[in-house]
Structures are given as C-alpha cells and as structure tokens.
C-alpha cells in the first residue's frame, strides 16, 4: 500500500494546530527574534483573527512580527501565543509516550509507545481534542472532551452547585450536558420562599450566560447542550426560547423524545405535561428528573396541561426549520439500545448530540483518518491496515481513563465503572471520492454497512482482548450486556464478537461514536467527521479569522483535467436531499454503540413539511437523534461559500433568479434596492427611482380583514388590492396600548409602500418572507396557528389573502380564525384579576405584559409599575 506522508501543516491547518492543540508556552515573556508564534491581527471579541508568523524585532513588551503572507504586525508580548511544539511529530511524540506511561511493565510501555507513535504517525490516528492539548502538558487539563452532569436539584443550592460543576469542568477544556427537566416549571409554587418559580428555562439562560464567560486555555469558548424531556410543562417554552433575541446563545438545545410521544404524533393523540407534586415530603431527597423512577415509587403526578401531541412536534419541526434548533434526541430508543441499558441510563448528550451520557458520563474521544486507508494499487481499503490501527486505537482511548486527571469523584468513580470509550472517523468523503462512489448513492450505502461494520467488529474484539489481560468494566454482566439492542444487532451479523465477549469479558462499555471533529479534520486537512464536503471552496468563520479554502482532493483533480467539470462523485452537502444525509446516518448508525454528530443539510426554499418527514424518516430508520441546518437560517455561519460582502449580493442577485418576470421587465435591481430599503437606507437616485415605480392609489379599493390574535390582543387587518395583488395593508390591534399601537401603524404603512412600488411580480411573496416567523417575547397559539408577533400576523394574513385571490371559489368567510382564543384574563401582582385593557412593552423585561391599571402601568410578568 502506498501511503504519502505530509505532516507539515500550512494556512488554517498551521493555525489551528498552534493555536489549539500544540503545547503552549505558558510565559510568552521569553519570546525572542526568531520565534514563531501565532499573533492577533484583529482584536474583533465576535470575529477576531490570528496569523502564524516570525518574530523579526522585539523593544521592550513591544514585538513586530512578519506573517507568513509578509504582512507586518506590531502587537504586545501577551497578546502572543507561543508554543513549545512547532510540529505535528513534536506533538505525536508527546502523545505516544504520555497514552503508553499507564502501562504496568516497562516492557509494555515501550512496546505501546512504539505503536501509538505508529497510529498517530501521518494522522492515521487523530486524537480528540482535549486528548491533544493535554495530554503529557498538565495535571489539571482534562482528557476528556465532553461531560454529561447529573440534572440539578430543584432548588436555588441545587441549582449553583451546578453551575460551578459546568464551570470548573469547562474552565479545564470540557463540554457539559445538562437535562433541565429536574427544574420544576414556571410560576410553580416555591413555599419555602412564598414565591413561584421562574422555570427550568430561565435557569438554562443561566447556564447559558455562563458558557458564554469562559475562554477554555486561551483556545475555545466552553460547549453546552441543554436538553428537556417531552412531558416537561416548560417544554413549548423550552422548543421556541431561541427564537427571543439574547435569551440562551451559547448552548445547543435538543428535545428528549419517547417513543409514547412520537406514537401519540402517529395517532394525533393528546399529550399531558405533567411534573411532580413538589408538596412531597420526600420531593426533595428523591426527585432527581427521572419521571418513570418518581412514579415507580408510587409518587404522585401533577397535569399541568393536556396539548395535542402533533401540535408540539409541530412547533419542533418548525423551530428546527427556523433556526436549525431544537435538534431532537429519541431517548427511550436510545436507551433500549444502549449497552449500559442494565445499570446507566441515558439522561442526555454532550454538546454535539454524538455521546450519549448518564450523569456523570463522559465522553473520550478519536477519530480514525480513514482517508489514509485507501489502497492505490487495488483500489481499495485497505483492510489489514484499518484493522490493525482500529485494535491500537481502542487501546490508546481505554489508557486516557487512567491517564486524565479526575477533578470530581464521582467521574472518576463513574466512568472506571463503565470505561466508556467513543473511537470515530474522519475523512470519509475523502476516502468515497478515491473508491469513486457517490456520498449518499445506495452503493455508497451498501459500502458504507460494510466498512462500519468491520470498524465495529475489529473495535469489539479488541476490547474483549484488553479486557482478558486487564480486566473488564466494573459493571459488566455479560448476559446483560448481550442484550442490548445494540449487541443483540452486533451478534447477530458477527457471532465471534459475541462468543469472545462471553469467553473474555468487555474492557469497554461502549467502543464507538461518531464525533463531528471540525478543527480537528480541518487542521490535517479532510472532510471532518461522516460529512461529505461543505464545498470545494467555501470560507470558514472562526476565532481565527476568515480563510478560505480549497479541498484538496477537488483542487488536484481540477489541475490535472484543466477547463473540465468534477465527476458526480464529487459531492458536496448541499447537492445532496436532505433524505440522502438521512440514510447515510442511519446506515452508519447501526454499527455506532453510542450516537452520531450528523446534520441533514437542506436548501433555503426546503418546507416545514418536508422537514416534517425528513425527522420521521429518521426516527422510522433508527437514528438516535436527529439535527437538519436549513441553508440561510442562522445570521452567522462558520463554514460559507461566500465572504459577507459576497453573499450580500448573490442574496440580492439570487432573489432577482426566484423572480424571473421582474428581470425580464428591467426591475431585477429594484428588487435589490426593495431589501435595501427595508433597512431604511434611500439615496436621492432611489428616490428618483421610486417617483417612477409608485403605485399611486386610487380613491376606492376592495379587499378582505383578518381576525388574527397575536401576543398583544386581537388583530384586524384589512388587506386592499390594487390591480388584482396586496396593495395596502392596514393594522388594527384591539386592546393594544399606546406604543403599540403607534408600532402597528407604522408597521402597516411601510408594508403599504412596499406593496405599491415597482412592478416586479412577486413583492407580495419578498414581504412574507420578510415577515413570518419574526418573533417577540412571547408568542401564542400552536402548530400551524402559533402566532410568534403582530408582524408573523401580517405574513400569515397576506398567506391565506393569496390563496383566495388564486382561488375564485373562496371567500373571506371560509377561512377560520388563526389562534382566535377569547381574550385572556390576567392576573395582576397583587392578586387582582380582570380582562386586559390594554398591553405593551415593558421597558423592564420587554415582554407584551405592561398594562394600564389604576391609574398606572404594570407588567404582569416581572412587576415593573409606573404611574402616569
């Protein structure tokens, strides 16, 4: 097998390495003319940048450094990162000698140093992060990359004894997970303080806001999942909280899904949220989140709220669509399925959904490089090779359990419990492109059975291997074990795996998980975890700055067939479905005892509906979990085909293509200024412009009024055609207050003007688009009625205006109200109760809760009040 070697890292690949990975020097005072070291080039705190460069002049606490591009940078000494490792070799040393010192001869420990060397030599073998930074550097850094932390006690001590958990653990380098469905919900009652409590959401805000404090040794932000169970009263708060500007920003958000719930979606059944009576005497000592053990002890119940299950799954589906949030997790599935079924149970996932943990779990991570495994000479893997490097690679993870340092008892106690390892892969469209067999093709998913399946057998017998010289996990019991469905599916296929576990034991709880490794791939230079390529060029948005990017595999290819275009073969995310990512995660899924870190990738103009399938097909496939990224969904991406000022105008230039009648009469820029001026920003040449294109109106319009209630009370909204199309708009807003009311109008008057300007034929869809989904600080209704704000109103007014205008038969009449429930009663601090009068902002928690009583203003929702 021929193999090339390229250990020397340039561009990004060099500055990942030094900035994340490399070991630092921790006193950057020493630094000296000759030196390299990474320095600041823009000090952004959102998007800064960093160089790799020489130091050519140092005066005093002041140093120039030239760039590898020859730019010239002035900084300071500690703004530096200087680093004792300069090469990958520096750092696989380190590496080998640090996994093989926890051996117990010193003949074993040279034997393995050798062979970790071996595995680690031309990133066959690609540790985890954490494994890299510190391993062989410090006592305190921890190995592990991710952490699963038991749900907080439901008390305000219980509750920071977690956050300093979150951080101590993150301040060392780790993820944490945290299922907030121990927290009871909003506005429960808290006796010991005569108060109610302001629910388990607010407080992952908390947890949130922390996150977002902590700089992991200079090189990361800290990573945070939080999750919440399907029967949690918080649950439709939890699903939507992102969609409330500056509420939880630094964590990801997945819902726990049983298999009673998606059944009740199947059988459009009701679903009751429902949480603990906390009057329990023993509510305290005993509730620990997990329901089905709180009722197995004969505790009662209470129903918060019976809602239709569809209605729920709804609002997932098109939360998810929206910003690519909540991912969802089928946990009881993956608990039936998980090999600590018997002594662990499953309670959430690290921050990137591929390790799920018990409390306390953790997660120690690798990947193999299989693009290093193809064989040239027969053009296929190389299958020995693989073999021997997956067996090295196990026993390289199940050393870093005795090798990282514990800071709290109960990992240490956990985790030498279970040995819980996770070896996963890189490169694997890389290694498709070389076979030339197409991401996401059924031959691709027929290789791909084969490939992970042998991966999951060599890593299986490897295990048993260590476990017959050193023993097995803590809580092994084989026939137990055998049981899981995952093990169950294993020997079936392999029944030596089966008879070796029962002959020599399982030095591992679980062998395998597939790690998303987006620095990681990035820095050696293939595609990063099972994902096929972003693209062939794209940009990549990071602590590090803007760099662009060539595949490499794309670009040599495209040098030697100069002027010709790449072979189906060579596919990227984007040119997949969505239902291609699917398979291709559900295929790999079955040989992966732990979780999988996969996104189904889907265009901008993929439906809810779609989406909607998309998540069923999934769970219908056996996927644990389930994550899409519709294109454009998110403000911020990391990886873009387009720097910003670019993907301005292919968006500008990309709505013209959707409107094809607007450039074939000459207005293909107007529909480009229209966006422009959504943002307020006219130039005298627009308004020339405008003078030309402006629908004057005349003195009698016809239309239809919509009776649709939003957060702030019922609205009216009369829509009045010009020549056949939405020409005006009018808002009124019952029960509104002063503020709002004057927001409604405004509101309705640009809307008007955009209406009546240009020709350009599809002005009434650009103005839904911009409209529906925005939403406040509350919302109401569910599923396909929630209305998110008075302008989401508008959008699903000019919806259904559309659909009787194209629709002779219809009439206003025949179309229902959205959400039209009875004007709520609100009780007011104080006790009082009454219809509500009138509602807007409050300045204090901005909520559409400030209401005129008496006299004053009050919010009902945090107890702000001003008198008039």
Known sequence: ???????????????????????????????????????????????????????????????????????????????????????????????????????????????????????????????????????????????????????????????????????????????????????????????????????????????????????????????????????????????????????????????????????????????????????????????????????????????????????????????????????????EYYNQMSNSWYFNPIICTNPCGEQGLPAWGVCNLSALNLSKFYDEEKDDVAWDELAKVTRWSVRFLDNVIDKTPYHFKENEKNQKRERRVGLGSMGLAELLIKLKIRYGSPESLEFLDKLYGFIAREAYLASTEIAAEKGSFEAFDAEKFLQSGFMRNMVSVYPEVGEAVRKRGMRNVTVITQAPTGSTGTMVGTSTGIEPYFAFEYYRQSRL????????????????????????????????????????????????????????????????????????????????????????????????????????????????????????????AAIGKLNAALNSNVSKQDEQVFDKQYKRRPQVLRGATYKINTPFGMAYITINDIDGTPGEIFLNVGKAGSDVFAMAEALGRVCSLFLRYGDHGNKVKLLIKHLKGIGGSGAIGFGANRVESIADAVAKSLEMHIGLTQDNAGSPTDVPPIAAAAEPIVTLPGGKSGPVESRDLCPSCGSASLLNVEGCKTCTNCGYSRCQ
Request: net charge negative; proline share 4%.
């Open 545 to 668: 700055g803007l760099d662009k990017q060539y595949v490499p595999i794309a670009q040599k290819w495209r040098d030697e067939h100069p002027g010709e275009e790449l072979p189906d073969y060579f596919v990227t995310a984007m040119e997949l479905s969505a239902e291609d990512h699917i398979r291709v995660q559900a295929a790999i899924q079955r040989w992966v005892d732990s979780s999988i870190s996969k996104t189904a990738n889907a265009p901008h103009d993929f439906t809810i509906e779609e989406t909607k399938k998309l998540y069923e097909l999934a769970f219908e496939l056996g996927c644990k979990g389930v994550t899409i990224y519709r294109d454009g969904s998110r403000d911020t991406q990391v990886l873009s085909t387009a720097k910003d000022d670019e993907k301005k105008d292919a968006k500008a230039e990309g709505t013209a293509a959707d409107t094809q009648a607007a450039a074939d009469s000459g207005d293909a």
């Open 1 to 331: 097998m021929k193999m090339m070697k390229s250990s020397k890292l340039e561009g990004l690949s060099e500055k990942i390495f030094l900035d994340r990975y490399a070991w630092k020097n921790a006193d950057p005072s020493g630094t000296k003319v000759g030196d390299v070291v990474l320095v600041l080039t823009k000090d952004d705190p959102k998007f800064p940048a960093k160089e790799v460069g020489e130091v050519i002049a140092r005066n005093g606490n002041k140093v120039t450094v030239r760039t590898r591009a020859g730019q010239i940078v002035e900084s300071e000494v500690e703004k530096l990162t200087l680093t004792i490792e300069k090469t990958p070799e520096e750092m696989w040393d380190r590496l080998a000698k640090a996994m093989a010192s926890v051996e117990d001869t010193a003949e074993k420990r040279k034997q393995w140093e050798e062979r970790f060397r071996y595995i680690l030599d031309d990133w066959k073998l690609v540790p985890g992060g954490r494994i890299a930074a510190g391993a062989g550097t410090s006592d305190e850094l921890t190995l592990f990359n991710c952490y699963v932390i038991p749900s907080p006690k439901d008390s305000r001590g219980g509750i920071m004894e977690t956050l300093t958990e979150m951080t101590e653990i993150m301040a060392r380098g780790g993820g944490v997970g945290i299922n907030l469905s121990s927290l009871r919900p909003r506005r429960a009652v808290v006796a010991g303080v005569n108060g109610s409590s302001s629910g388990a959401v607010s407080w992952g805000g908390l947890f949130s806001y922390t996150t977002g404090l902590i700089e992991q040794g200079g090189s990361r932000r800290g990573a945070l999942m939080l999750m919440m169970n399907d029967w949690h009263p918080d649950l439709l708060d939890f699903i939507t909280v992102k969609q409330t500007m500056g509420q939880v920003t630094n964590a990801n958000l997945s819902v726990c899904i049983s298999n009673a719930f998606m059944k009740a979606v199947k059988e459009d059944l009701d679903w009751e949220l429902v949480f603990p009576d906390t009057r329990d005497p023993e509510y305290d000592e005993l509730w620990d989140g997990d329901l089905e053990k709180w009722r197995s002890r004969g505790k009662k119940v209470v129903l918060y709220r019976t809602v239709k299950a569809r209605d729920v799954w709804h609002t997932i589906i098109e939360s998810a669509w929206k910003s690519a949030e909540p991912g969802v997790v089928f946990m």
